[in-house]
């Protein structure tokens, strides 16, 4: 199939691991709910460019993302890691609405073969709409807490961090643009 981003899948995939890795290099300033979701969305990522566009693969992807953005918030309310935790619940709630928007336009997520997948009418135009409003606030988010807000870690935790948010903004704008 014609894809508008060939590597798409496999930049998303990278983005994911690139997030997770640096998530996991933080390890104790990362709550076990930032924890799974950083590892869901990259093993996600992976799953989806090997799957080749698979259609349940698609679906269930876009549940498992689904499951793991509510658990991402789940009990840290009122802690310094409430904000990157609500974060990655969206990214992962992004990438979870793109699944969804791939199988209700009939294309396959890595296999988008019109020009411009993130397009078209009823179910799939409002998913596509989602999907971009997302990837925008996924962006904002990250500009926002990188130049704006005062950090919550210092040195090396904090440059890890960023360098996980970032990878995550990479790769949802590569989906939302790729598909």
Do not use: K, N, Y
């Amino acid at each position: 199939m014609d894809h508008l981003l060939p590597a798409a899948p496999w930049l998303m995939a990278l983005a994911a691991v690139v997030s997770a890795a640096a998530c996991i290099a933080v390890w104790r300033a990362v709550p076990w709910q930032g924890r799974q979701s950083a590892l869901i969305m990259a093993a996600a990522m992976i799953v989806i460019a090997v799957s080749g566009g698979d259609p349940l693969i698609s679906l269930v992807t876009a549940l498992v993302l689904l499951v793991s953005a509510m658990l991402g918030t789940a009990g840290v309310r009122g802690t310094p890691a409430a904000a990157t935790c609500c974060h990655r619940a969206l990214v992962s709630l992004v990438m979870a609405i793109c699944s969804f928007e791939s199988l209700s336009t009939g294309q396959a997520m890595a296999g988008a073969a019109e020009v411009g997948a993130h397009g078209g009418h009823g179910l799939g135009g409002l998913l596509s709409a989602l999907v971009i409003v997302g990837v925008i606030g996924v962006v904002l988010w990250t500009v926002v807490a990188e130049w704006v807000l005062v950090p919550v870690h210092q040195g090396r935790t904090a440059r890890l961090l960023a360098v996980e948010s970032w990878a995550m903004a990479a790769g949802v704008s590569v989906m939302c643009l790729g598909f």
